[in-house]
């Protein structure tokens, strides 16, 4: 993990001394707190590789909640491997935190944290057996945002929660009728309008980032404000969560930080607020969509004659709409290889859209406004609190992310917009035509040749040695390598003070990418770690690169004579003796220039070498 946290020897001392010999199959009701909080903390790779859990369970211990004001009670499990000697592996544990010492109290057996009955039973047993006068449930582990949900368990083939998933265990657990104070996720993308919507039956108040997390996650130091105010609501103590988190990390910090507060009493009007405008920009996909298409729709009953009204003067085009969405401000972003979340800012999408629908955008802003009662974070532009799912650059998922979203039952307008979309993406070869100038960035690209000889002088087959965020080629440029391998540097992420690059590779046999990070401090780049490809489950935090590790770097490969035929090549494995080291050359004379142009359609095309 690249910030370390602090841990006293008393607390190490305290978890250390904490047995199973401490023991009973039910904890027995105590007389009410003001507060309980519950912890659902699935382990899985962040505990079995670097103790993130262990480390968070310390700091939970050491933060100096006086337990007459609070109860914490703490659900271990889906790690294949518990980095310390008190949390045994295979069943999932209840622990009761009291005056800094932890203490087993049930026992779940082996169980799937990745099923929605395992977090009911645990939000029932919580709430029995602690009563008080407000509950908090903290989801501890990665998270996905909306399409693929939280956490995953390592015991049980990494099965997640999805949105439905969660959405049954509230329900099974009662939560309606006694609803949570607040829902906090200590995990990446969460702050979803999809999970507020569905969280607000059984939550007042929702905490996460719509971003990624550091590996650290939150500052639980945060328990220790409950000694001045238990009585505190879930508004408040979500503040001083938000305070703690961007506190812990520090404003030069290289992290992707953001973490917002959710009134979920005021999440409704935002997605009703969010349908009506994507159901105005419905309209304008419709001048553009096939007829046979639309007469599908039609025949199905899913394109209502709400939508279908005059439209409005000057509205957009599909790549119109398209173009906006590439500029619209994106989450959870990785190399071309594992591109997929398509979490966007529902504020910045918003703005971009204003000046086509202003009524409707405005109206959901102000709305977010509302809802969104706190948020602080480190992006180079202004961030709304909220997020949610738009597809692009997982559109070879779209089949898939799609019939998951249908299925939550979201608002119909924007769940339709999101088809007629993704239709949009499949059918943009007719707008291709129509504007024939669709480039939105272009990079120049070094490309190595691999099919030339001394008799073969013309080669065919060139592999990407190189990638910059240029357009003007010059004979002096420096091109990266890492530990003597060139490498490209794909753009993924941008804060007030740092620009963040994936290389797609493989470490020790799994996927993933290395994430490098641009600031003043570094200005020729550091590596940070990496982060692996989960699927659409987006890691927490980096790993670190060890000594010992086997490194591949994946590069593009193109038959310039078949233009569609790109495949990515895997390098030699290297061994790490000490560490990476990021430096920068000239370009090998027998290199070439090209550029890589991507589209309004997330399409990307590349000249030819030259």
Same mark, same amino acid.
């Given at each position: 993990?690249?910030?370390?946290?602090?841990?006293?020897?008393?607390?190490?001392?305290?978890?250390?001394?904490?047995?199973?010999?401490?023991?009973?199959?039910?904890?027995?009701?105590?007389?009410?707190?003001?507060?309980?909080?519950?912890?659902?903390?699935?382990?899985?790779?962040?505990?079995?590789?670097?103790?993130?859990?262990?480390?968070?369970?310390?700091?939970?211990? *050491?933060?100096?909640?006086?337990?007459?004001?609070?109860?914490?009670?703490?659900?271990?499990?889906?790690?294949?491997?518990?980095?310390?000697?008190?949390?045994?592996?295979?069943?999932?544990?209840?622990?009761?935190?009291?005056?800094?010492?932890?203490?087993?109290?049930? %026992?779940?057996?082996?169980?799937?944290?990745?099923?929605?009955?395992?977090?009911?039973?645990?939000?029932?047993?919580?709430?029995?057996?602690?009563?008080?006068?407000?509950?908090?449930?903290?989801?501890?582990?990665?998270?996905?945002?909306?399409?693929?949900?939280?956490?995953?368990?390592?015991?049980?083939?990494?099965?997640?929660?999805?949105?439905?998933?969660?959405?049954?265990?509230?329900?099974?657990?009662?939560?309606?009728?006694?609803?949570?104070?607040?829902?906090?996720?200590?995990?990446?993308?969460?702050?979803?309008?999809?999970?507020?919507?569905?969280?607000?039956?059984?939550?007042?108040?929702?905490?996460?980032?719509?971003?990624?997390?550091?590996?650290?996650?939150?500052?639980?130091?945060?328990?220790?404000?409950?000694? *001045?105010?238990?009585?505190?609501?879930?508004?408040?103590?979500?503040?001083?969560?938000?305070?703690?988190?961007?506190?812990?990390?520090?404003?030069?910090?290289?992290?992707?930080?953001?973490?917002?507060?959710?009134?979920?009493?005021?999440?409704?009007?935002?997605?009703?607020?969010?349908?009506?405008?994507?159901?105005?920009?419905?309209?304008?996909?419709?001048?553009?969509?096939?007829?046979?298409?639309?007469?599908?729709?039609?025949?199905?009953?899913?394109?209502?004659?709400?939508?279908?009204?005059?439209?409005?003067?000057?509205?957009?085009?599909?790549?119109?709409?398209?173009?906006?969405?590439?500029?619209?401000?994106?989450?959870?972003?990785?190399?071309?290889?594992?591109?997929?979340? *398509?979490?966007?800012?529902?504020?910045?999408?918003?703005?971009?859209?204003?000046?086509?629908?202003?009524?409707?955008?405005?109206?959901?802003?102000?709305?977010?406004?509302?809802?969104?009662?706190?948020?602080?974070?480190?992006?180079?532009?202004?961030?709304?609190?909220?997020?949610?799912?738009?597809?692009?650059?997982?559109?070879?998922?779209?089949?898939?992310?799609?019939?998951?979203?249908?299925?939550?039952?979201? %608002?119909?307008?924007?769940?339709?917009?999101?088809?007629?979309?993704? %239709?949009?993406?499949?059918?943009?070869?007719?707008?291709?035509?129509?504007?024939?100038?669709?480039?939105?960035?272009?990079?120049?690209?070094?490309?190595?040749?691999?099919?030339?000889?001394?008799?073969?002088?013309?080669?065919?087959?060139?592999?990407?040695?190189?990638?910059?965020?240029?357009?003007?080629?010059?004979?002096?440029?420096?091109?990266?390598?890492?530990?003597?391998?060139?490498?490209?540097?794909?753009?993924?992420?941008?804060?007030?003070?740092?620009?963040?690059?994936?290389?797609?590779?493989?470490?020790?046999?799994?996927?993933?990418?290395?994430?490098?990070?641009?600031?003043?401090?570094?200005?020729?780049?550091?590596?940070?770690?990496?982060?692996?490809?989960?699927?659409?489950?987006?890691?927490?935090?980096?790993?670190?690169?060890?000594?010992?590790?086997?490194?591949?770097?994946?590069?593009?490969?193109?038959?310039?004579?078949?233009?569609?035929?790109?495949?990515?090549?895997?390098?030699?494995?290297?061994?790490?003796?000490?560490?990476?080291?990021?430096?920068?050359?000239?370009?090998?004379?027998?290199?070439?220039?090209?550029?890589?142009?991507?589209?309004?359609?997330?399409?990307?095309?590349?000249?030819?070498?030259?």
């Amino acid at each position: 993990m690249p910030h370390i946290k602090k841990i006293t020897i008393l607390a190490l001392a305290l978890i250390l001394l904490a047995t199973t010999s401490i023991f009973s199959t039910a904890a027995k009701p105590s007389a009410p707190k003001p507060y309980t909080i519950m912890i659902y903390m699935n382990g899985s790779d962040l505990e079995s590789d670097f103790g993130a859990a262990t480390t968070d369970l310390v700091e939970i211990l *050491d933060s100096g909640l006086d337990s007459r004001n609070a109860n914490v009670v703490i659900l271990t499990g889906g790690a294949n491997r518990w980095q310390n000697a008190v949390i045994p592996v295979g069943d999932c544990i209840v622990w009761e935190v009291s005056d800094g010492w932890l203490t087993q109290v049930a %026992n779940f057996g082996s169980v799937n944290m990745g099923n929605p009955h395992t977090l009911a039973d645990f939000i029932r047993y919580g709430m029995d057996n602690y009563p008080s006068k407000k509950y908090g449930l903290i989801m501890w582990d990665h998270g996905g945002g909306t399409i693929a949900g939280f956490g995953h368990d390592e015991l049980f083939n990494d099965d997640a929660l999805t949105l439905r998933d969660m959405k049954l265990a509230f329900e099974e657990a009662g939560l309606r009728e006694n609803k949570l104070e607040f829902l906090g996720f200590d995990a990446c993308l969460m702050a979803t309008i999809e999970m507020a919507y569905l969280a607000a039956d059984y939550a007042h108040v929702m905490i996460a980032s719509e971003d990624t997390e550091p590996g650290d996650g939150w500052d639980y130091v945060f328990l220790s404000a409950l000694n *001045d105010d238990p009585n505190m609501d879930g508004i408040a103590l979500g503040k001083i969560i938000v305070d703690t988190f961007m506190d812990f990390y520090g404003p030069d910090s290289d992290e992707v930080l953001s973490l917002s507060v959710m009134d979920l009493a005021r999440v409704q009007p935002v997605m009703t607020a969010l349908g009506r405008l994507m159901a105005q920009a419905s309209n304008s996909i419709a001048t553009s969509l096939p007829q046979a298409y639309l007469d599908s729709q039609m025949h199905h009953g899913t394109h209502s004659s709400h939508n279908l009204h005059l439209y409005p003067p000057h509205i957009p085009d599909f790549h119109e709409l398209a173009f906006r969405r590439g500029l619209t401000k994106t989450f959870g972003e990785g190399s071309p290889r594992d591109n997929y979340c *398509d979490m966007v800012d529902i504020g910045d999408m918003a703005v971009l859209l204003k000046e086509f629908f202003p009524r409707e955008a405005e109206a959901l802003i102000r709305a977010l406004n509302r809802c969104v009662v706190y948020n602080r974070h480190n992006s180079d532009i202004d961030l709304y609190g909220l997020s949610a799912f738009y597809i692009y650059g997982g559109k070879s998922e779209g089949v898939h992310s799609l019939r998951i979203y249908s299925d939550l039952d979201m %608002n119909p307008e924007y769940t339709q917009y999101l088809h007629h979309f993704f %239709n949009g993406l499949l059918n943009r070869r007719q707008a291709k035509d129509t504007h024939p100038h669709l480039s939105v960035r272009s990079e120049l690209v070094l490309w190595q040749p691999v099919n030339h000889s001394v008799t073969d002088t013309t080669p065919t087959r060139y592999r990407m040695a190189g990638l910059l965020q240029t357009e003007i080629p010059a004979d002096d440029l420096l091109w990266p390598q890492i530990n003597g391998q060139p490498v490209s540097l794909f753009p993924i992420a941008t804060t007030s003070r740092n620009r963040l690059y994936a290389v797609p590779v493989q470490v020790n046999g799994r996927d993933g990418d290395i994430i490098i990070v641009f600031n003043r401090v570094t200005p020729q780049g550091h590596i940070k770690g990496i982060r692996y490809n989960d699927g659409q489950v987006i890691q927490k935090g980096h790993d670190p690169i060890e000594p010992g590790d086997k490194i591949a770097i994946y590069a593009l490969e193109w038959d310039i004579t078949k233009d569609s035929h790109k495949t990515w090549h895997k390098g030699e494995a290297f061994t790490v003796n000490d560490r990476l080291r990021l430096t920068w050359h000239t370009a090998p004379k027998d290199n070439r220039l090209g550029y890589r142009h991507t589209d309004a359609y997330r399409d990307v095309s590349y000249t030819p070498p030259f």
